[in-house]
């Protein structure tokens, strides 16, 4: 797939903000990554969740995981059961999504953002 300056700028702007967003607020960078990709570049919500899984593995959460262990606010044992724990949820979690239809996943991924954003702004 041949790239324009268009998208090459798209997502050089999606990148930029998805690391800004997730390494100040600890989210996940997928919380940008997908909707941006699905909706400013056209990729299904398969390839724009397979595409934001390749780009948050090891090398951009280590970054941001070295900077808060230096500053001392990693929990080393919780962070090793959660590690291993997600590897197993996301194994299965990846095997069902690629047969799902897409607009069953987009529709999904919008209720857990819209759910998560309201519990987040309402409880005090």
Not at 49 to 70: D, E, H, M, R
Not at 80 to 96: N, P, Q
Not at 105 to 114: A, H, P, T
């Amino acid at each position: 797939m041949d790239m324009n300056v268009i998208q090459l700028i798209s997502l050089i702007i999606i990148g930029l903000v998805a690391g800004l967003v997730s390494g100040s607020m600890g989210v996940g960078g997928g919380i940008i990554i997908i909707p941006a990709l699905v909706l400013f570049l056209g990729l299904s919500q398969q390839q724009a969740q397979g595409t934001s899984i390749a780009v948050i593995s090891v090398p951009v959460a280590a970054v941001a995981a070295f900077n808060y262990y230096k500053g001392g606010f990693i929990n080393i044992k919780f962070a090793a059961i959660i590690i291993l724990t997600f590897v197993v949820g996301a194994y299965f979690g990846s095997k069902m999504a690629v047969h799902l239809p897409a607009k069953t996943l987009q529709k999904s991924f919008g209720i857990l953002l819209l759910l998560v954003g309201i519990k987040m702004i309402f409880t005090k």
